[in-house]
């Protein structure tokens, strides 16, 4: 390897450690200030953009089977339950040719 394959492995290096350092100090500022109820709902605002991104351009059967997942999440608070209900959704959705 040469030089320049070394200085671009300590330039990622460097980008990705600064990354994380930049984030414990915002995540710091943010928890101190007025918008501290943010962290709090970042996780399952993660996943609903995870979700969503994921939903988008899928079948009619992919959105039912996710509607149905997300009536037994609401309804149980299960997290077991919820993938295989939507498990089992989508498996007899596309039995069915949805």
């Known amino acids: 390897m040469n030089f320049s394959f070394w200085m671009l492995i300590i330039v990622l290096a460097v980008a990705a450690f600064s990354i994380r ?3 414990l100090f915002a995540g710091d500022t943010i928890r ?3 918008f501290s109820w943010v962290l709090d709902d970042l996780p399952g605002l993660i996943v609903v953009a995870l979700v969503a991104s994921s939903l988008a351009g899928q079948s009619i059967g992919t959105w ?3 509607a149905a997942a997300l009536g037994v999440a609401y309804v149980t ?4 339950m ?4 939507g498990v089992a959704a989508y498996g007899v959705l596309v039995w069915i040719g949805l």
Do not use: D, P, Q
Request: aromatic content about 0%; overall charge positive; glycine content about 6%.
């Open 32 to 34: 101190s200030s007025r």
């Open 21 to 23: 350092v930049l984030g």
């Open 77 to 80: 608070n299960h997290v077991i």
């Open 64 to 66: 039912l089977a996710a």
């Open 82 to 85: 919820t993938m295989c209900v």
